[in-house]
């Protein structure tokens, strides 16, 4: 992938800075703002994101004032109290706030949440409903003894249950973590184990690819290993599976008794501090036990109403679509949008079927206007023949979304071509690990083919060469200068925050190593190459994965690869191994094809020693390729946690040296 001045523009910006009509653009409206109120004269989105990162302070109390933020803060209150290092800086030490209270600030009858499932069941609730529920669960929670700081977790789909129990748990100060019901009982124990959850909300059955999965053996193994919990609550079942209560326990009661229980009202909120625990979320655990990443209430709320108010124009009359589940970081950014007032889709089930086009139906059908998924549907979609811009009405939709895996410039040239040709494509890149992006897009800048557009706001992004210098247009490290407000508060169980340094700052001193192998191009925007860890080096240069997939899956046979180095001959030799469409065999044609594209697409250097067809590739259970475990088990070394992948029996194809 190059980067040059000559990368082509895709599309223009969505708002001109100096003609949008007030209301229209919010960034410009915020632009506009902060150069009346700082009495600055900022004239670009690059100049915005200098004066962001100069001015931290201001711009993130501005941010909040902004983006109408609910909180409680003394007059002179601090905006930061520095640390002695980069992770001991706290942000808005003296302000109280609660993130279901700013979720739940419209009351109307809009629709709020619309639910939708392969098996074609339709849900709605309005807002008023919705505020009506999280009531009704409070009540209950309350009633069970549940504080703040106490865990209510969730074996949950991606359902308007979910939501409500989330956000029942985060008004009075518990602290939510979730799964989604196809990670094995191991991986949620060894998740759940940790934080000791006190209630479990649960879902009965679920289906994915037309197959109805019934869960009531697990939860009783759930229920075993997690003696914390007082309480399950099991979710309606949609599939009339039969499924019933784990052994009868009495500890177990359906949802419905739990909303009979109290009367829908107003919801009492609790004002806590701004870096109070909402969220639990975990690393991949592909490396060993996942690690507990905390996250504030006050640093998610903020950083996600800067991404969707500021980043992604997010207005009242949108309907955002992204596709996930609720062990994915995007789960908890999607609801977040509930702050703007939008409604939003959720779906549960294969994006796949019972056909192909089935979320760009679900987006025809309820008029999404912001459409979210993954790099890897994209080539997917693609490959299977979805052209929507020849099949589907979606006269509302104006942006689609990308993140998971870097967007190839193919992946910009599908939905370009197949998608809609005057859409805005904003990939974008960040992580569990600060539940929101480094990377992002902007709706006053150009799309330029194979580029995110832009660093996040207040986001001091740089990319750093091995000597930990910031370089522009050459491939390195991708960090953080600053300290941020969505960052951790920490690690669960690691009072001393020696594993959070380990994870983030031991590569450069008091710097934030993010693990992206990243390069800034010549138009101020980011290409991601993937990982750090993944980065292949053989005869010492470095080359990210993401370069040879880019050109690989470009091939109609190939519906996806991974790529990895193996120790050979005193250096690293590159691997390649691809899974084909049925009914096509790797033969020596078709690996010479390969073999030219990468070089033509790349260079020699891409060029793998060795390809190998494989019948799947093992991947973890938010569904990216598990490049490290294929290492390890090519070099016959163990995966420590195997419970963290979707398909662990993948790995067996990679035993052996993998038929190398």
Known sequence: MTTNADSPILCQARFDLKTAAPGDCHLVDFINWINSTQRVQLASYAALHRWSVQNREAFWQACLTFTGISVDAPAEARVLKHGRQFWLDQWFPEHRLNYAANLLRFRDEQ?????CDEHNNRQ??????LSGQVSQVQQWLLAQGVQAGDRVAGFAANRIETVVAMLASASIGAI???CSPDFGVGGILDRFTQIEPKILFAVPTHCYAGRINT??????????????LQAVVLLPDLYGAGAGDPDGHSAVLPWSEVLASAQPAEPDFAALPFSHPLFIMYSSGTTGIPKCIVHSAGGTLLQHRKEHHLHLNLQRDDVLFYFTTCGWMMWNWLVSGLASGATLVLYDGSPFHPQPSIL???????????????AKYLSAAEKAGVKPRQSHKLPRLHTLLSTGSPLSAEGFDYVYRDVKPDISLQSISGGTDIISCFVLGSPILPIYRGEIQCAG????????NAAGKPVSQEKGELVCQQSFPSMPTGFWHDPDHKKYQAAYFERFDNIWTHGDYAEQTVHGGW????????????????IGTAEIYRQVEQLPQVLESVAVGQEWDNDVRIVLFVRLQPGITLDEQLIGDIRLSIRNGASPRHVPAVIRQVPDIPRTLNGKIAEIAVRETLHGRPVKNQDALANPDALAFFKGDGGI
């Open 111 to 115: 629709t709020a949440l619309i639910f």
């Open 124 to 129: 709605s609730l309005s807002y008023a409903a």
């Open 176 to 178: 939510w973590s979730s």
């Open 215 to 228: 869960h009531q053996a697990v939860l009783e193994k759930l229920m075993a290993g997690l003696p914390s």
């Open 360 to 374: 760009f139906d679900l987006a025809a059908e309820t008029g999404v206007s912001i459409f979210g998924t993954s």
């Open 457 to 464: 706001l207040g986001m001091d992004v740089k990319v750093y």
């Open 527 to 542: 290409i991601i190459y993937g990982r750090s860890d993944t980065v292949l080096n053989p005869g010492g240069v470095r």
